[in-house]
């Protein structure tokens, strides 16, 4: 008979050029066969730059692998090296993204100490100038980049358009004898904006390996037809992203959504989920839900996967949830100690459960697991390691008790 194989994930990768990022020893492929990269983009003002360089330092931390920044103004721009000098001494090696609207032209001309300390550079082509003077600004920050051997990301937004190519597309449209939508319009202009910029940039002397591309909307759908047509007419690497994704929930949702059908069709080498944060919520959420798209999808292994019930009637009290956001918490951030030390830990299975329904179950399938006491159950924790019964927990000390048996497991299985 038949049978019809199940998919274990994407291997449709597209074909693109692979493009160095690097900052020092610090070296992130974006394209080709390397692996999609979380990359994500300070709130702070640039000019602050003891500010800035602690949230880069946060971003990086939480796993981005490129941080970008906004280069607004002079203050920005003369704040940049600063701010490397200050990641430097906290030891903090992560490629920085300068992104230029409006005067970037200006700003890397007059502070190159700001165009050397910068891996990257973000144009965008709709906010470069106007009429004969946008060709002139353009080509000033390619021979920028070019110089300092700089790779660039021509990222197209739809929310700043370059109308006069938008105008163009419409006037070629309106001479077709059977016209396209004005939806299928706007995709053109974007994708034309995008491939024709770079195309501009390789004549300007911009290696072919220097270019990443981006074309960013805020609808679902759109994204996905965007980035399809664009994936099949060029190799440039492509920057997926979701701008103005919005906030809670739906932030996460949306780019999941569109980033997930693009990533299973093999499109996309770095993303950022570009989240509105609460007041005063954190920044590096953004990183990690780009961490656990790419990790739950099956791409990238970042961190143990946790693997939790629900919960229901029949869990008895909130030390569950409380032991799960704990050993979440707990593997996250002993992350980047154990990455140098223990190689291949974040491989490891975790499950964290609220009774012994599932429990025990669940647990023998994961490396660790543990079953917290439900309704009606005598107040034990039964602990599975590699599939067998390890342990029985019990009293106040659940939580520490478990870090250290994660820790000693961590210990034992991946020591060199
Ligand atoms: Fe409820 Fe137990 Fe299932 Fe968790 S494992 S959802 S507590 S039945």
């Not at 996250?332 to 190689?343: A, D, G, L, N």
């Not at 490891?348 to 543990?370: F, R, W």
Request: proline share 5%; net charge neutral; glycine share 8%.
């Amino acid at each position: 008979s038949t049978q019809t194989a199940i998919p274990s994930g994407p291997s449709n990768r597209r074909a693109s050029r692979s493009v160095l990022v690097a900052y020092g020893q610090r070296k992130i492929w974006v394209g080709g066969d390397a692996p999609v990269v979380v990359q994500s983009m300070t709130n702070t003002d640039t000019a602050n730059a003891i500010e800035t360089a602690i949230q880069i330092r946060d971003l990086a931390r939480a796993g981005s692998e490129l941080v970008r920044l906004t280069v607004d103004r002079p203050e920005a721009a003369e704040a940049v090296p600063y701010i490397r000098e200050q990641l430097d001494k906290m030891e903090v090696d992560v490629p920085l993204v300068g992104d230029f609207h409006y005067n970037g032209h200006t700003l890397l001309n007059d502070y190159p100490e700001c165009a050397k300390a910068l891996s990257k550079y973000r144009i965008n082509p709709g906010n470069v100038g106007k009429g004969a003077k946008r060709d002139t600004q353009f080509a000033q920050m390619i021979e920028v980049a070019a110089r300092y051997d700089k790779p660039v990301r021509i990222g197209v937004n739809w929310g700043s358009l370059d109308q006069a190519l938008l105008a163009r597309i419409m006037d070629e449209n309106a001479g077709r004898a059977e016209p396209w939508s004005a939806q299928a319009v706007m995709y053109e202009a974007l994708i034309t904006s995008a491939i024709e910029n770079a195309v501009r940039a390789e004549e300007l002397g911009l290696g072919r390996d220097k270019i990443i591309l981006s074309c960013k909307v805020s609808g679902v759908q759109d994204l996905i037809a965007v980035y399809r047509e664009l994936a099949k007419r060029c190799d440039y690497p492509l920057h997926l992203g979701l701008t103005e994704a919005g906030m809670g929930s739906k932030g996460i949702v949306a780019s999941t959504a569109a980033l997930s059908v693009l990533l299973q069709e093999g499109i996309g080498d770095t993303i950022r989920i570009s989240l509105t944060p609460e007041p005063g919520g954190d920044r590096t959420k953004e990183v990690i839900v780009g961490q656990e798209i790419l990790q739950t999808m099956g791409l990238r292994k970042f961190t143990p996967m946790v693997i939790a019930c629900p919960g229901c009637g029949r869990t008895t009290s909130t030390t569950f949830q409380e032991l799960a956001d704990n050993i979440q918490t707990y593997l996250r951030e002993q992350m980047p100690e154990w990455k140098k030390t223990y190689p291949g830990v974040e491989a490891m299975n975790v499950a964290v459960m609220g009774c012994i329904v599932n429990g025990p179950g669940e647990s023998k399938h994961a490396n660790i697991g543990i079953s917290l006491p439900g309704t009606g159950e005598s107040p034990a924790a039964p602990v599975f390691v590699d599939g067998a019964k390890f342990a029985t927990l019990r009293g106040e000390r659940i939580v520490e008790e478990f870090q250290d048996i994660v820790l000693n497991y961590v210990k034992k299985n991946y020591s060199n």
